[in-house]
């Protein structure tokens, strides 16, 4: 996580906690400030401010929410959009320079070991994603663990 932070990220453009918010509201689609609060672990005041700053920035625009006309929903914009894709090239070019760096055996090491990570750190989103009642419901059966151990 250090190395995405530190080396892939470039946080001259936004801050972590806004970059994270604008993945968000692209990712679920316009969605209440509030709840967008929630989901990113802040308070609502202090998300009001980063939206705030990101709609000066022109990167979200407030919508009328269709079902609720007092209250208002918070989507990317398309100049969001493309910051979002020029951060997203920027990472995967940094990425591709440090494995260029890797020796043939480091490189096989890191595929495999992703080949091993990838599924169980996509489960552990899934699971987070999900609130905790639910989380027990979207587990594999007994049987689906031992087929995939098996594999």
Do not use: Y
Not at 138 to 148: D, G, T, Y
């Amino acid at each position: 996580m250090d190395l995405t932070g530190r080396f892939l990220s470039d946080r001259a453009d936004l801050s972590a906690s806004a970059a994270f918010a604008l993945n968000r509201v692209c990712r679920e689609g316009p969605i209440r400030l509030t709840t967008l609060a929630a989901k990113e672990g802040v308070s609502q005041p202090s998300m009001t401010q980063l939206i705030q700053r990101q709609e000066r920035l022109g990167l979200v625009a407030r919508l009328a929410d269709p079902g609720d006309g007092r209250a208002a929903l918070i989507g990317i914009t398309s100049h969001g959009l493309e910051l979002l894709d020029e951060r997203k090239r920027m990472r995967r070019e940094r990425l591709k320079a440090l494995l260029e760096t890797l020796t043939p055996e480091e490189e096989s090491a890191l595929w495999l070991s992703a080949r091993v990570a990838l599924p169980i750190l996509h489960r552990l989103v899934t699971n987070a994603d999900c609130p905790s009642d639910d989380v027990a419901a979207h587990l594999p059966a007994a049987e689906s663990v031992a087929a995939h151990r098996r594999e």
